[in-house]
């Protein structure tokens, strides 16, 4: 669990995070959005201590990171710059780690089979490709159990299946009641793995809402499903918030509900499906509309019209 | 306490939990250990710091000639004195000092280049404990390489000065003690390094730093008058700590404890001033 309250920091003149309160509860993944320079990774420097609020505090299972005897257990953390020695080997690192928190070697070994590092352990972390120094940021940050579990940006230099791969991971933490916060700038990513959302803009709070909410109330977020039954199915997902339209017999486009509530209904009443895919595009749109006030880094208009 | 495990009922069906005991400092100093260890330039300093020792001090006395000049250009401390068999076999310590010098400045300001100190501080977010550590392992390691150093130089150096009007014994008076003198001042050298590293959180700038005091100083002290020269000549960090590897004692010159205490007093007020910046700034 964490928690920030009123969380401000200044370089200077330039309020990088501003005011910023939010929870990230156990048992779900929450998505940290926002586009760069938003004040994400300086948030996630100062839960754990490594920057002092210049205002305001964060909590880390309601205490500050540094009141705590053992803080590995408390929050395991992938920060996005590298923070390896490469003239170290991933194994070495993993151990220094370990031994300040008197973890036994036997966790060490878990976390890199985990991250799927076996074959490169004894290897210098320099010659690391981006993706495999990601994978052992991983296995660094679950090192010592933590009850939560941040990461920025972690797909960043991924192979599709290393998303895939920490999508299961991120799902399974959160089930076994872990809190999971995971930063991003791509939110039709973060929505497929998010519970709950936390956007913000040049350091202040946009939005606090699930995901379902904020698909519901952005009015995006439509799902397109390809059914042989698709007249039965659309009488089956009719309700006060759901619209459906169909473009012909086979494919309905639904808004209102998610892609897991459909294949839910579907599968209860035995309907097949050959499509069931979240339109997320729209849902990045949705993002874009409520953070282009907020960029800091803002392309100029090509043509001098409107820059989206 | 300390072998207390922190345990808590998980929320759900969470598997059995891995063991973790608190952050103590046996812990932190044996994960600064392992990251010593298992670093190049660890091994590379401290071997080249003791060939260096042992290599320049017995070449040497094996290429000292009796008539010729009777003074050395050896490190601060030794340097224009009349040669002794103890300067020559501290002939490789100015190379070595600033060897084992490097060797600390990289062990902190490594981590700041790296990035590594963002992991090390979120496992120990105490801060301190992280400093002190590296200081008395990389004082520790110096020392003993620095001794091991000293001593094969000076008795490889004994066969060659066979002879020679200046050869000593170990029992000599004052010379186990500019043996031992030269190996702590080379241990306080490399936490020298360990202070500014982490105090300028640069290895450029740290290297930089600590040549510039170490040999630089001496020499632009020259530039002051005369009166002050003379008084503050023997404070400066290396010609204190160069005391306590001289031979013999002089009247411009602080006695070898008095040397020794003022160069780690200028060691001390630097690892306070980086303790300082460790605990104070973000990282």
């Known amino acids: 669990m964490i928690e920030a309250r009123e969380l401000t920091k200044r370089y200077g003149d330039k309020t990088v995070v501003d005011g910023l309160s939010f929870t990230v509860k156990p048992g779900e993944v929450t998505g940290f959005l926002g586009p760069n320079g938003a004040g994400k990774s300086t948030t996630m420097r100062m839960v754990l201590g490594l920057d002092a609020p210049t205002a305001g505090s964060v909590t880390v299972n309601g205490r500050s990171y540094a009141g705590h005897g053992a803080p590995l257990h408390e929050i395991g953390a992938l920060l996005e710059a590298k923070s390896v020695h490469p003239g170290r080997s991933a194994e070495a690192h993993l151990t220094a780690l370990a031994q300040t928190h008197g973890i036994a070697r036997g966790r060490v070994d878990e976390v890199i089979e985990l991250a799927g590092l076996q074959s490169v352990a004894g290897k210098r972390v320099g010659a690391f490709s981006l993706g495999m120094g990601q994978r052992l940021g991983i296995a660094a940050a679950l090192l010592g159990d933590p009850e939560t579990v941040m990461l920025d940006e972690p797909v960043n230099g991924l192979d599709p299946e290393g998303v895939l791969w920490i999508r299961n991971l991120l799902a399974k933490l959160a089930a076994e009641g872990r809190a999971v916060l995971l930063s991003s700038h791509l939110m039709s990513e973060t929505a497929q793995i998010a519970d709950h959302l936390v956007i913000i803009g040049r350091g202040r709070l946009l939005a606090d809402t699930t995901v379902e909410a904020f698909v519901r109330e952005t009015g995006t977020g439509a799902v397109r499903v390809a059914s042989d039954e698709a007249g039965r199915l659309r009488a089956l997902l009719a309700g006060p918030d759901v619209t459906v339209s169909g473009s012909n017999d086979t494919e309905l486009l639904v808004s209102g509900l998610g892609a897991r509530e459909i294949g839910r209904v579907a599968l209860e009443h035995g309907v097949p499906l050959h499509e069931l895919t979240p339109l997320g595009a729209s849902l990045e749109e949705a993002f874009m509309d409520l953070t282009t006030d907020e960029l800091e880094y803002r392309s100029a208009p090509a043509d001098g019209r409107s820059a989206r | ?283």
Do not use: Q
Request: net charge positive; hydrophobic share 55%; proline share 5%.
């Open chain 2, 1 to 283: 306490m300390s072998a207390m495990t922190i345990d808590r009922p998980a929320g759900g069906a969470a598997p059995a939990r891995t063991a973790v005991k608190p952050v103590r400092f046996h812990r932190v100093l044996l994960s600064e250990t392992t990251k010593f260890r298992t670093i190049r330039s660890t091994w590379i300093c401290l071997t080249l710091g003791l060939v260096l020792l042992g290599l320049f001090g017995s070449i040497g006395a094996f290429t000292y000639d009796g008539g010729g000049a009777g003074v050395t250009d050896g490190p601060p401390g030794i340097a224009g004195r009349p040669l002794d068999a103890v300067s020559l076999a501290l002939m490789g310590l100015s190379f070595a000092s600033l060897v084992v010098g490097v060797f600390g400045v990289l062990s902190t300001a490594g981590e700041y280049s790296t990035g590594t100190i963002r992991s090390t501080l979120a496992a120990v977010p105490k801060r301190l404990p992280v400093l002190w550590a590296k200081a008395i392992l990389a004082g520790g390691a110096v020392l003993v390489i620095a001794a091991a150093g000293a001593f094969t130089a000076f008795l490889i150096g004994t066969v060659g000065l066979d002879g020679e009007a200046i050869a000593v014994s170990l029992g000599d008076e004052g010379v186990l003690r500019s043996l031992l003198g030269a190996a702590l001042y080379l241990a306080l050298v490399a936490v020298f390094g360990v202070a500014l590293g982490a105090l300028l959180r640069s290895p450029a700038g740290g290297i930089a730093a600590l040549v510039s005091i170490l040999l630089i100083l001496p020499g632009l002290a020259m530039l002051l008058p005369d009166s002050w020269y003379d008084t503050l000549n023997p404070y400066f960090p290396s010609n204190a700590g160069g005391a306590a590897y001289a031979l013999t004692e002089t009247a411009d010159r602080l006695s070898p404890g008095e040397g020794i205490a003022v160069f780690a007093g200028w060691v001390a007020l630097t690892l306070a001033a980086a303790a300082f910046r460790l605990k104070r700034t973000d990282v």
